[in-house]
């Protein structure tokens, strides 16, 4: 693509287009209370940089991120409204729940940890995962020494949990 046509879109947003709002997941939102902190942390950060903006002499970038800002902030408030606070520590300890860290290993005898979390929580780096995630509805409902098929992409794998646990 040429440069022309990305700064053209970056002015004609700057010209007043409207930003498309973040959208909000249609499952309901289970969140861990780490989860529920970054999110009231995140609305804090949010808050005090929108403030900041709104103190600085208007221009074009200015306006650009106050919009982004402000968009991003009716996001987390919403998320923020429909939280459905689940304390790990509450689950049973005998199952794969939301909250659950699970030790798996694969079919190349490879060992794997995950973390089912919120959906504003995942970060597949630190193998935090979607509760919604294909991976996480596999080993839900499951027990140490289950083996469940993990559906990817790139091929379906096997998974056998060997440890389940649960921290707050």
């Known amino acids: 693509m040429s440069r022309a046509f990305v700064n053209e879109e970056r002015f004609e947003q700057a010209g007043g287009e409207e930003l498309v709002e973040r959208p909000i997941s249609e499952h309901p939102n289970y969140v861990t209370p780490t989860g529920a902190l970054e999110l009231q942390t995140l609305e804090e950060s949010l808050t005090a940089e929108l403030e900041v903006l709104k ?76 509760w919604v995630s294909p991976l996480a509805k596999a080993l839900i409902g499951q027990k140490i020494g289950d083996t469940v098929t993990w559906q990817r992409p790139v091929g379906n794998t096997n998974l056998e949990i060997l440890d389940i646990h649960y921290e707050s």
Not at 100 to 120: L, N, Y
Request: glycine residues 4%; without cysteine.
């Open 55 to 130: 103190n600085a002499a208007e221009d074009t970038f200015s306006k650009d991120k106050k919009a982004e800002l402000e968009r991003d902030l009716r996001y987390v408030r919403a998320r923020l409204d429909s939280t459905i606070l689940i304390d790990p520590k509450t689950q049973s300890h005998e199952t794969v729940l939301f909250g659950a860290t699970v030790e798996v290993k694969d079919d190349d005898g490879a060992r794997h940890t995950f973390h089912i979390v919120g959906e504003d929580e995942a970060d597949a780096s630190i193998n935090k995962v979607s």
